[in-house]
């Protein structure tokens, strides 16, 4: 009942908020990087935007790890902040403190136990930081285990991208929506905390993307179509602020859903930084596709 209730609401805000908070750091494969030359002074690619940004993906891909610095909003249902640190040579690693400032969904957390949560990625799995709330409920264990293999049960075509996403990950997805779309614009030479950079924007069609960036089955893409239908998500702006040396330092994605406007800003820096995530301790961990048994099995 209660108890129910409350330990589906975190299982639900659990992976709702680690696929929001590194959405800014995650794509799949665009391609196309052929003829970039990962330097910040090839001329070539300072008069093609295209050029431009084939060489800053393959530069940020490079560089294998940053500090990232986000902030993201969707209507009245939530607002969060993450902040942290992300590696992606070898699978997604590294850990985020995920904050919600406000919305629906940060009163819900408070039923929960707090309003902010560590998450921890690591290549076969990520795991959530629940309160103690949450955790009287789960046996008394504060972590939740979502495997990748597991994550397809989570909301079908959707559970499915989220686990391709998370196994494919960079900081630089917005670089490569604006690759994949092709409609990208130089907009001008900008200083972001104190650097020069060059602005580019352009929009995305989100379903297309996910197509073209994404190994899912023609059914999974289907299945996700649909539920971004459903949820009013069809195309979204894309503008990023690349330095001279061809590393994204700055990302905005904007788009209307059902649940109101969406906005995302993410900040990198400190590239080729050490990251490191441990595994939480098995006793004080529950693992996601357990739990959804116990939740199915409860009235």
Request: glycine fraction near 12%; include cysteine.
């Amino acid at each position: 009942m209660k108890s129910t209730t409350l330990r589906r609401a975190g299982l639900t805000i659990a992976a709702v908020t680690v696929l929001s908070a590194v959405t800014g750091c995650s794509s799949g494969d665009s391609g196309g990087s052929e003829g970039s030359k990962g330097s910040g002074k090839d001329g070539a690619a300072r008069f093609s935007p295209l050029a431009a940004l084939r060489s800053a993906e393959k530069s940020t891909d490079a560089a294998d790890s940053a500090k990232v610095e986000s902030s993201t909003t969707m209507g009245s249902v939530m607002s969060m902040t993450a902040d942290g640190a992300l590696g992606w040579g070898d699978g997604l690693t590294g850990t985020l403190t995920i904050t919600y400032t406000g919305g629906t969904m940060a009163e819900t957390m408070r039923q929960t136990g707090s309003t902010s949560m560590e998450a921890r990625y690591l290549p076969d799995a990520y795991y959530a930081k629940m309160g103690d709330a949450f955790a009287a409920q789960a046996g008394g264990k504060h972590w939740i285990k979502y495997a990748y293999d597991d994550l397809e049960t989570l909301a079908g075509g959707s559970g499915a991208y989220l686990k391709d996403q998370m196994q494919n990950t960079t900081p630089n997805q917005s670089v490569k929506l604006l690759l994949a779309s092709g409609d990208v614009r130089k907009v001008g030479e900008e200083k972001v905390r104190g650097q020069q950079t060059t602005h580019y924007s352009g929009t995305v069609d989100v379903a297309d993307l996910a197509s073209k960036n994404s190994n899912l089955s023609q059914k999974q893409l289907d299945d996700l179509k649909k539920q971004l239908d459903q949820a009013g998500v069809t195309t979204e702006t894309v503008d990023i602020w690349v330095n001279d040396d061809d590393l994204l330092v700055k990302k905005v994605e904007k788009g209307e859903t059902t649940a109101g406007a969406f906005t995302q800003t993410a900040y990198y820096s400190d590239y080729g930084t050490p990251v490191s995530a441990e595994e939480p301790p098995a006793s004080d961990t529950a693992d996601f596709a357990d739990l959804v048994r116990q939740q199915g099995g409860s009235s």
